[in-house]
């Protein structure tokens, strides 16, 4: 059985709510980051890295919540284009990555230079708000001309987008005005939450 390491961040919610799209059997094991539960050595062994999410199929782990994602997709030959589907998947893989490699990152430390530092960091938190909305209106001015992030087909990648879209306003500080300037972005995120499989992933935020 899959064991699926996890707490009620953005990166495990992706992973949580593909195995729920999946409808697969998993063991649930929370990790306590607050408490460093994920420095314990056995957790280690599975993610050196110690973050979540991870996941355990049998003798194979994977770690980093878009490998994880891939992973999936690729096990189950669903939410992803196959190697036949040559432009579809290239375009799948990029915005993947980009989502990992920029919206990630930089929202992740919005948050923390905003939520979280012991003393306002002024410049730090005006360099990655600045990358954070940069990279997050290359996504909206990709979604307002398509349906989802690979035009008219759900995939992992709108599961990856879904994880920090949710928290969006308390990302960038923004409140209400989020959706004022990201209102596509709030389209997608409105068809993902209406989703069945994403409502029970929210129940993995308790």
């Known amino acids: 059985m899959l064991k699926f390491f996890f707490n009620a961040a953005p990166n495990p919610m992706k992973i949580a709510l593909m195995l729920e799209e999946l409808g697969l059997s998993f063991e649930a094991v929370p990790v306590d980051t607050r408490k460093g539960e ?4 056995e957790f280690l ?3 050196p890295n110690a ?17 994880i994602l891939l992973y999936l997709a ?18 799948a893989l990029s915005w993947l990555m980009f989502i990992a490699s920029g ?14 530092a012991p003393e306002p960091k002024e410049y730090a938190l005006n360099r990655y708000d600045f990358e954070a909305h940069r990279h997050w209106t290359v996504l909206e001015k990709h979604l307002a001309q398509n349906t989802y992030m690979l ?11 879904w994880g ?3 928290m969006l306003p308390y990302v960038l500080g923004t409140g209400d005005a989020t959706w004022v300037q990201y209102p596509h972005i709030k389209r997608v995120l409105d068809l993902v939450n209406a989703r069945p499989a994403a409502q029970r992933a929210e129940a993995f935020k308790a």
């Open 38 to 41: 994920q420095f314990a050595p």
């Open 45 to 47: 062994a599975i993610n």
């Open 51 to 67: 973050k979540v999410p991870a996941l355990c199929d049998g003798e194979t782990t994977v770690f980093d919540s878009n490998a």
């Open 74 to 91: 690729e096990r189950e030959q669903k939410f992803f284009p196959t190697v036949a589907q040559a432009k579809e998947r290239g375009a």
């Open 103 to 116: 919206i990630g990152p930089f929202s992740g430390q919005s948050v923390h230079f905003r939520h979280a």
């Open 151 to 161: 035009g008219e087909h759900y995939s992992i990648v709108d599961m990856a987008l």
């Open 164 to 166: 920090w879209a949710r």
